[in-house]
């Protein structure tokens, strides 16, 4: 299983370490980052280099997209959104905060209920998504995720959605605060089970 | 206010870039990456660029040392253990799963009660260090946090003790999942309140 971290310049730092980290702690899963260029800078001025090119998108088996303080402009930058071609019906797909814009100027969101920050809000409100006040949601092989500490929930369903909800579970126990694991596990799985769909166990 | 996130190869993306994100959330704070080189590799092999050298962590006012894979062999690296100074009487100190390794080779535990992931607790507790089954402890300037999603607890203590519980709330009600920031809030901040000590509000 080959994932995708899609970062550009000006990235949340949170969302996307988040997600690479619990998903490479998945036995045989592989989560890149990857951008468009040799190096990505942060929003708060963290250079860091990218492990895959932009073109690494369309190989991956899971794409997550991560938010930043630049995806407005990222978003009309056409020449770069014809390089992200993901498929919903062979990759599992996920956008946190702002990422759902780019999702959205895709065409990938349609008419499902949509999670974002509330400072993303407006702004994917304008290109038609139906936003909704929660933390989590996916139709399909779709998700999308509100708030940089719902990372978790994010990561959570894609390892699920990918490897099955024990995967997940370990992987949430293992990151979970010592003596917290139990109530973490059960919270951060409460959230994703109910957007697994038939089949996943 | 200036806080060094110390990072080391083989570093763990989730603790160092949580306290980064979290506390440049605050005005007025700086949150730096610093290392002993000019780029650190984290453990899933993303190579960083550091922002500060090692001695920035002389000047900082708060310092926070994550965790990595290869904390083991660091703090057996002498020469680079004496680039390390640390005063709890003028710093806020925290350290996250090993990092506390980095703390108690360095004399900074005494017999406080100390937090590290399950992981690193035999060798935490070989320095003699008392480690407890907690996910967060702070005794004055010296905190300990263990369990990666514990990195939340480690960041809103620093804050809360550097700027006031109310920068650490509105920081936490930021970066919470929509639609669970009053929950995340009470969590966060009922786990690190009991350790502010007195006058801290």
């Given at each position: 299983m080959r994932a995708a971290i899609v970062t550009f310049d000006g990235f949340n730092e949170l969302d996307s370490f988040v997600a690479l980290a619990l998903l490479n702690r998945v036995p045989g899963w592989r989560a890149a980052l990857c951008g468009p260029g040799g190096t990505v800078t942060s929003m708060n001025g963290v250079r860091v280099e990218t492990?895959?090119?932009?073109?690494f998108i369309e190989q991956a088996d899971a794409v997550l997209i991560g938010s930043g303080v630049r995806t407005r402009d990222i978003v009309w930058d056409t020449k770069l959104m014809a390089r992200i071609r993901l498929d919903p019906a062979r990759q599992i797909i996920g956008a946190q905060c702002s990422g759902a814009l780019v999702l959205a100027k895709l065409g990938l969101l349609g008419d499902a209920p949509v999670c974002t920050d509330l400072t993303s809000k407006p702004w994917v409100m304008e290109t038609g998504a139906r936003v909704v006040d929660a933390p989590f949601h996916a139709s399909g092989n779709v998700a999308t995720a509100g708030g940089c500490m719902a990372a978790h929930y994010l990561a959570a369903w894609t390892i699920a959605r990918g490897a099955g909800v024990e995967a997940a579970r370990a992987v949430i126990d293992y990151v979970a605060p010592v003596s917290e694991k139990a109530e973490t596990v059960a919270r951060v799985i409460g959230v994703v089970t109910p957007f697994l769909g038939d089949g996943v166990e």
């Open positions: 492990q895959q090119g932009i073109e």
